[in-house]
Structure formats: C-alpha cells, structure tokens
C-alpha cells in the first residue's frame, strides 16, 4: 500500500517520502487573476486536491502553498505581449489593482463551490517583490543574467540540462527559431525582470537594481516556493501546460541560485477539453462554474465528473457526461443518508482495497469503482455509511453532511403519490407507471427508497 506517485521530472512512478516525515511540502501553480477561471482550470485544482486528502488519509500534514499571479504573467509566455494584469484592466476600464482583488475572490468561491480544501498559504505575486528581486540578485552573482534595453534575462545556454523536465531539443529549437528574438540570446531565454516602457506609466511597477520594472512570471512561483517550502521540497504541481515552459524555467533558476532542482517530485494535471480541444479562454471555449450553477446543476457533480478520470488523462467535457455524473453522484448521496446512522467501525477490507486505488497515484476511477462494489455489497447499512465516509476524506464529496433538498410539494402532487403509492401496493404497476409520468409532467420526480417515495422537484 506504500503511496506511489508519478514524477514528470523522471517520468517514472516512484514511492513516495516525505523528506521531512510527517511534514509534506506542497506547491501548487495558482491562477493568473486577470480573468475568471473556467472549468479546465479548475480541473487541475480538484487534482491538486485530491492529492493532498490522499496524503493526509497517509497520515502526512501538509503544508500547502498556492501563489496568486497579479503581475508580471505577458500574454505570450515567451516574454513578449503586454502583461495580462495590464490588459484586463483595459479591459474592464478598472485598475490591475481592482482586478487582482475581485478574481482572486471569485477563484476562491469557486474552490469553495468545488469543496477544495483551502492552502495553508497563499501567496501574492505583489506580496514578494522583495524576495524575487533578491532572488534574481543571486542568479546574477552566479553569472547567469544579462541585460537587454528591456530587462535582465537568464541565459539558459550556461546550464547544462537546462529543459531536462520538458525534455526540451534546445538544439532543434535554435535551429528551427524563426522567432524575432529581438535582444535574447538564445530562444529559451527568459525574462526575470522587465523594464517598464519609457513612454508610458505601468500601473504595477517597482523599483529595483536595474532600474523600475516588474518581475517576470517564472521567478515568482521560485523565490516563494523556496521562501515558505525551503529549497529543496516534496511535491510541486501544475497543469500539464507548464511543463515546457514555466516549471522549466523554475527549475532553471533554483538550480543556479540553489544548486537544486527545486521539487522532487513535479506532478501535472491533464486538460479538460471540449470536441477533443483544449478548453482555454484564448480559444473561446471558456466555461466558468458559474454558468453550472446558473443551469442548476450542483458544482459537487462537476468534482464527480473529474473523478471518472485519471489525472493523467484528457478528459472530454460533454453536458450528456455532466448530467450522467450529477445523476450518479445523487444515487450514491442518497444511499449513503437512507443507511442512515454510521457504525462506529468500517469495513477493514474495504479500506485496505481503497486505500490500494488511491496509492497508485491517484486511481480514482478505480477508487469510484470500487466504492459501488460497495453500495452493491450484503454488509449492513451502518458499516457501508462508516467505510463510505472514510472514502469521502479522499472524495471530498461532502457525503456526511448532505440531506435531500426541502421542496414545498403541491397538494396536488402529493396526492398523486399517494395515489402512486396505492397502485403499487395493489400491484397495479401499469397505472403506477401512468401516475410518475403525471408526477414528472408537473416539474417532479418520484425516488422509491426503503422509507418510502422520495419527491423532489427537477429543477435542483
């Protein structure tokens, strides 16, 4: 059962240790607060999520860190464009600033939404100008800097397996480079700190050894990382997109400031797509939560639905899928409160299998199909609702504390039901039946539970 874990650095599944037992450091990529985050983002922080209840459900505390981007992310992440804080304040004719402020809280109620645990720490871009300055003061004692008329860059050139995470061909990309480069040296180079523009007033600016500027994207996630995780830390995740180019350029900088390749493990979440393509606010398929909670469905069923698949795997995004899950997670939400009180034991089996799924990094499908073995199981209710909310510390389902919706049933209705009721039990199932159609025609629908019939509207 001992917890394995797929490492992209060595692309291989390793055990895992904590290297500071029972103390598990934990860094994961947080959003660029420029716009609203949508579905496929969020995506990546269920994974995140469920990756720090299974190292708890070990019996690790984790310490978790998760940085909010306010400055210095360019539209390109190849240094160029304008910054995206400065843009979607154009955008919305308020200041970066105001911004900053409205989607960073908007990103947190959609984790809230989305039952994801809340990071130990989080940690503003804005927050740490200091440290990443002094962060690029070491690398350029360590002479891997220079200056171009726009800012101070670090030349990858002089680290030697530098794009190892992405297994980057640097040779195939010089070769292949069609880009203006303008002032870099090579293609990979990257900006750690960028001149404002002489000709214009940046809303977000510093001053700095080099002169007024901001950072750069990547030094930020490395000097507070390092500020609050040490050096050298447990696991640092992402989505599979930062792979080649962000976490790169992380690890290119703490290596020559620190010697080290910052994490030892990097794990990245796979993309949600729509008709096979990556959802991304640049393509224009761009589902945020709120339009979920807008059609009435439960934001848990969208958690459910990420389950189905392996964190490692695409997922296809369809509204035929969605609704599949919503229905799913209901039936396991509604067994779980008919078995009604838990035993004060679970199933030990059960558990040992659970726990067998969910360390073989991460095997939620396999976890979900066990867990209807479950339902379907002869062991008593007590025991199914104990071992089922043991699970639920992983699933983050909020199993324990769901209750059917209270809806004010028309007298009408009910009397329908009732009516339903005395069919069935005359044994005349084909009036039963007419009755339900009637039922679901008036917005309702009938549950047959061990209680009794379960009426609740269709529109929850």
Partial sequence: MALQLYDTYTRSLRDFTPLHP??????????????????????????????RRVLEFNGYTVRHVVNITDVGHLTSDADTGEDKMEKGARRTGKTAWQIAGEYTQAFMNDLRHLNILEPTIWSKATDHISEQ???????????????????????????SDYGHLGRLDIDGLRAGSRVDMGEKRNPTDFALWKFSPQDARRQMEWESPWGIGFPGWHIECSAMSTKYLGSFFDIHCGGEDHITVHHTNEIAQTEACLGTHLANFWMHGYFLQIDEGKMSKSSGEFLRLQVLL?????????????????YRSKLNFTWESLNGAEVALNKLRSAAYEWGTPADTVDAEYVARFTAEINDDLNMPRALALIWELVRSDLTPAIKKATLLQFDRVLGLGLADWQPAVVNIPDEVMALVQQRQQARSEKRWQDADAIR??????????EDTAQGPLVRSKMR
């Fill in 294 to 310: 807008d059609r009435h469905i439960d934001p848990l069923a969208y958690r459910f639905f990420c389950l189905g698949a392996h």
């Fill in 437 to 446: 159609v009637e039922v679901g025609a008036r917005g309702f629908e009938i």
């Fill in 133 to 159: 300055i002094a962060m690029i003061l070491c690398i350029e004692e360590q002479g891997y800097t220079y200056l171009t008329s726009d800012g101070v860059y670090f030349d990858t050139s002089k680290l």
């Fill in 22 to 51: 029972p103390e598990v450091g934990l860094y994961a990529c947080g959003p660029t607060v420029y716009d609203y985050a949508h579905i496929g983002n969020l995506r990546t922080y269920i994974f995140e999520d469920i990756l």
